[in-house]
T-cell receptor, first 112, second 112 residues
Framework: DQQVKQNSPSLSVQEGRISILNCDYT??????FLWYKKYPAEGPTFLIS?????DKNEDGRFTVFLNKSAKHLSLHIVPSQPGDSAVYFC???????????FGTGTSLTVIP | KAGVTQTPRYLIKTRGQQVTLSCSPI?????VSWYQQTPGQGLQFLFE???????NKGNFPGRFSGRQFSNSRSEMNVSTLELGDSALYLC???????????FGQGTRLTVV
């Protein structure tokens, strides 16, 4: 039962343009959401997070938007750079402890 | 501050054997979680330990077990290895609930 879904396995964007990665979740108990970036054979690197009490969080070129009514979050990268090429995972948690539910990832390619 | 350290980085085992993986969390982090990553499946939660107690458990068979020591270091054990256990095993540590998880580089386990 995939509670966090990333329906786009891949995305290609031109350098300098905006990259938008999407994520949907089903569990209304989730109250904390994160985005991770991952290179092959390495552990995920934390990018940005958002709590359910907010609808937007910004950190430099990265902005995460949360739409609780639609159970949807998105990551915007502006401007996109070739070094952003990686697999991006969204994750969610809720309740006691640190059990994170991850999506299956979106492979982003930024074309120079 | 040192990051999350996992050892070994690579392992090759034969079906039926057992294996133990080790994880040292970031200093001061008391929560340690384990994830399995296989192609197409994203990251699947195995279990979380906090102060030497298992706090959450994912949907994995009993062949997968873990423990945490008083210094917060954690080990994960897989007994009676199967070919399908071949995966990247990731360890993450947190400073508290609803905080970002920091991941180690992972242990690549290959079962032949």
């Amino acid at each position: 039962d995939q509670q966090v879904k990333q329906n786009s396995p891949s995305l290609s964007v031109q350098e300098g343009r905006i990259s938008i990665l999407n994520c949907d979740y089903t569990n209304s108990m989730f109250d904390y959401f994160l985005w991770y970036k991952k290179y092959p054979a390495e552990g995920p690197t934390f990018l940005i997070s958002i709590s359910s009490i907010k609808d937007k969080n910004e950190d430099g070129r990265f902005t995460v938007f949360l739409n609780k009514s639609a159970k949807h979050l998105s990551l915007h990268i502006v401007p996109s750079q070739p070094g952003d090429s990686a697999v991006y995972f969204c994750a969610a948690s809720g309740g006691r402890g640190n059990q994170f539910y991850f999506g299956t990832g979106t492979s982003l390619t930024v074309i120079p | 501050k040192a990051g999350v350290t996992q050892t070994p980085r690579y392992l090759i085992k034969t079906r039926g054997q057992q294996v133990t993986l080790s994880c040292s969390p970031i200093s001061g982090h008391r929560s340690v979680s384990w994830y399995q990553q296989t192609p197409g499946q994203g990251l699947q939660f195995l279990f979380e330990y906090f102060s030497e107690t298992q706090r959450n458990k994912g949907n994995f068979p009993g062949r997968f077990s873990g423990r945490q020591f008083s210094n917060s270091r954690s080990e994960m054990n897989v007994s009676t290895l199967e070919l399908g256990d071949s995966a990247l095993y990731l360890c993450a540590s947190n400073s508290g609930s609803n905080t970002e998880a920091f991941f180690g580089q992972g242990t690549r386990l290959t079962v032949v």
